[in-house]
């Protein structure tokens, strides 16, 4: 079985630009989550989509957002990029999204913001 | 802020050696998961371990899990310089069977295993 994939895998911008992350997850599994990953803080939880449904939702600014399409696939959108979110993207697939299953994480979205 | 402190921060050893590695937190949680992450790269899951269980073995890897004093200990055995990464414990503490899923990561241990 394929595992989540990511594209692209680098990506660099310019402040003030906006970028389009997506995600695809292991086959059968509804709930997608993504996070962003820091030197300085660390992994962080953006938000988790299930069902097209976003469930639940980081500590983020609004210029965060992201959907989920009926074939479970995910995309996630930063506007007005700024230098702070150069990072390390990370989604994460699982079967139901709930305490009882784990998560699998893709190989990342690299995004440098000059 | 983060749930999950892995202790120690950093860890070298030679191969063949054993690593332990620890986690703390903070909330009751429903499970633990280990991850390991080369380099930059996506995070590997190692293994989870739900909160009814003590213990729980894969390979050479083997998970504790102790609720009363809210901490987990990774033991990698007979390590190889394969094994050099970054290892994070991650807690889901979003209520029972919670459809919420949201994990909770410490800042993570690098362990270095010189050949």
């Known amino acids: 079985k394929a595992g989540v994939t990511q594209t692209p895998r680098y990506l660099i911008k310019t402040r003030g630009q906006q970028v389009t992350l997506s995600c695809s997850p292991i086959s059968g599994h509804r709930s997608v989550s993504w996070y962003q990953q820091t030197p300085g803080q660390g992994l962080q939880f953006l938000f988790e989509y299930f069902s097209e449904t976003q469930r639940n939702k980081g500590n983020f600014p609004g210029r965060f957002s992201g959907r989920q399409f009926s074939n479970s696939r995910s995309e996630m959108n930063v506007s007005t990029l700024e230098l702070g979110d150069s990072a390390l993207y990370l989604c994460?697939?699982?079967?139901?999204?709930?305490?009882?299953?784990?998560?699998?994480f893709g190989p990342g979205t690299r995004l440098t913001v000059l | 802020s983060q749930q999950g402190e892995e202790d120690p921060q950093a860890l070298s050893i030679q191969e063949g050696e054993n690593a332990t590695m620890n986690c703390s937190y903070k909330t009751s949680i429903n499970n633990l998961q280990w991850y390991r992450q080369n380099s930059g790269r996506g995070l590997v899951h190692l293994i989870l371990?739900?909160?009814?269980?003590r213990e729980k073995h894969s390979g050479r890897l083997r998970v504790t899990l102790d609720t009363s004093k809210k901490s987990s200990s990774l033991l990698i055995t007979a390590s190889r310089a394969a094994d050099t990464a970054s290892y994070f414990c991650a807690t889901d503490a979003s209520g029972s069977g919670g459809s919420n899923y949201k994990l909770t990561f410490g800042k993570g241990t690098l362990l270095t295993v010189n050949p």
């Open positions: 371990i739900r909160s009814n269980e």
């Open positions: 994460a697939s699982s079967f139901w999204g709930n305490s009882y299953n784990e998560q699998f």
